[in-house]
């Protein structure tokens, strides 16, 4: 009777994995591998980490009222997109809605420092709204200074609402900056809320997480990068410090496309239905760039991000450069990262030295071997944790954001990037892309070639369980 359950759980599961949606290949056999090899800790595994649950979604196409739905393949708008940029923005408007809007500026900010102080001076000079959206927003120098300038914001009678995911920012929700930010009448919201811990894992898994940077204010300016609202010392893991972000403060109609993205999350947050203010008529705007945000979750089918990664790198035609702090691709992606350098392109991926998470880092190493087999120039940066997700194409073309390319931020993730088409400012990322490669040291065959075999090993075995983890 004992054997006769153990096969049940077995096949049943199995069956299960087999038949779930949005799961491809390699995920399915990961999980029917450790179900199979450990059934009754796997049974439990698969029910609370395997399916995709989320709770509070947003809509990832915009509030009520916002973008209609496009079917894949609709061209961008030929007369402001050129055509050699065209693939990368058709399949980001097929992923989110957005279609490519001109008339936008921007300007990428020095470091940390200078990204919070710009914000700070923007909030102060708001005259109608401030909107933000952190992962993590922690107690420090730097996230007390944004508190108190949405508390004299929002003094002097400026709308002001915050949403902090509840897992990346748990312990500012329960601390002294929180509070006083709702004593002066700035309204919060907490983004997938954990609540019962218990009763969260029954109804989804708990990883699914808020992982979008967003900040509009007045519906004109908004921020796209990679930081937190934080200092670069990163307190919560300071040995890792500094944490190298890049964000880019844009101005035009592409605010309104993050505004909608940030309506939508407030909206499943809490309820309160604010779809009037994108739908305000934007000011004509004469002469810059084309530019599109690209909002992506567990909304989304499967392969929206590696797509979206994939044509951008098949669309290059000399140069490919790539920061990522988490590189962990499914095989559709590895494969085009290798074909961009086996066609020519000069390809270049730089990611941090030493890691956060050093499952991520293993796993990462587990795929170089190929990588430089093809020809893609592997950096490692050792100027503390390169974090910052950029990448550019042949210096005019730009995606820059939240989204890492492994799989949390293919499948678990809430995440917001902008595509835009510009020379002047991809230029300016690329110099700063040079930074990051005169920081780092190059990865070679040699290199890999001397580690040892039980740390190749490691690697190999973390990149096996990624699908799972």
């Keep these: 009777m004992w054997l006769i359950v153990h096969l049940v759980i077995i096949a049943g599961l199995s069956v299960r994995v087999l038949l779930r949606p949005r799961r491809d290949p390699a995920s399915r056999i ?3 591998l450790f179900i199979m090899a450990l059934p009754y800790v ?3 595994a698969y029910l609370l980490l395997g399916e995709v649950r989320s709770t509070g979604a947003s809509a990832h196409r915009g509030p ?4 209609p739905a496009l079917s894949p393949g609709m061209p961008a708008d030929a007369s402001i997109v050129p055509e050699r940029a065209s693939p990368g923005f058709s399949m980001g408007r097929s992923i989110s809605g957005f279609a490519p809007v001109a008339g936008n500026t921007g300007r990428l900010l020095d470091d940390s420092n200078a990204t919070i102080d710009a914000l700070v001076a923007d909030i102060d000079a708001a005259t109608e709204h401030v909107h933000l959206l952190f992962y993590i927003w922690l107690s420090d120098r730097n996230g007390g200074k944004v508190v108190e300038a949405l508390v004299r914001a929002a003094q002097r009678g400026v709308a002001c609402r915050a949403i902090v995911d509840d897992l990346g920012s748990r312990d500012f929700i329960r601390g002294a900056h929180w509070a006083a930010m709702r004593r002066a009448g700035v309204k919060l919201a907490c983004a997938q809320a954990i609540g019962n811990i218990v009763a969260r894992i029954l109804k989804g898994r708990v990883d699914v997480r808020n992982h979008r940077k967003i900040v509009v204010i007045d519906n004109r300016i908004t921020y796209c990068g990679s930081q937190n609202c934080a200092d670069p010392e990163f307190a919560v893991k300071a040995k890792y410090a500094p944490w190298v972000d890049a964000v880019i403060r844009f101005e035009g109609p592409v605010a309104r496309q993050n505004q909608q993205l940030f309506l939508a999350d407030w909206l499943a947050c809490t309820g309160e239905d604010c779809r009037e203010l994108a739908q305000e008529p934007a000011p004509q705007a004469a002469g810059g760039f084309p530019a599109q945000v690209v909002g992506t979750g567990p909304g989304n089918h499967y392969s929206a991000t590696p797509e979206l990664f994939a044509t951008l790198m098949f669309s290059a035609r000399r140069e490919l450069v790539i920061t990522t702090p988490y590189y ?8 085009a990262l290798c074909a961009s350098a086996r066609r020519g392109i000069a390809t270049t991926l730089i990611l941090p030295a030493r890691n956060d998470s050093w499952f991520v880092g293993a796993a990462s190493r587990s795929y170089y071997s190929e990588l430089l087999d093809a020809g893609v120039g592997i950096h490692e940066y050792v100027g503390g944790l390169l974090h910052a997700k950029s990448l ?3 210096g005019e073309t730009t995606l820059i954001g939240s989204a890492n390319m492994d799989r949390r931020s293919f499948e678990l993730n809430f995440e917001n990037n ?3 088409h ?5 230029q300016d990322v690329r110099r700063r892309q040079e930074d990051y490669i005169a920081r780092s040291r190059p990865v070679g065959q040699a290199d890999v070639a001397a580690w040892s075999l039980p740390y190749r090993l490691r690697n190999s075995v973390m990149a096996l369980l990624s699908p799972i983890l």
């Design 30 to 32: 990961a999980w029917i």
């Design 42 to 44: 796997g049974a439990v």
């Design 392 to 394: 550019t194409i042949d």
């Design 328 to 335: 962990v691709p499914d095989a559709a992606m590895q494969a």
């Design 64 to 67: 009520p009222g916002g973008p």
């Design 418 to 420: 902008i595509l835009f």
């Design 422 to 426: 510009d020379l002047r400012l991809t």
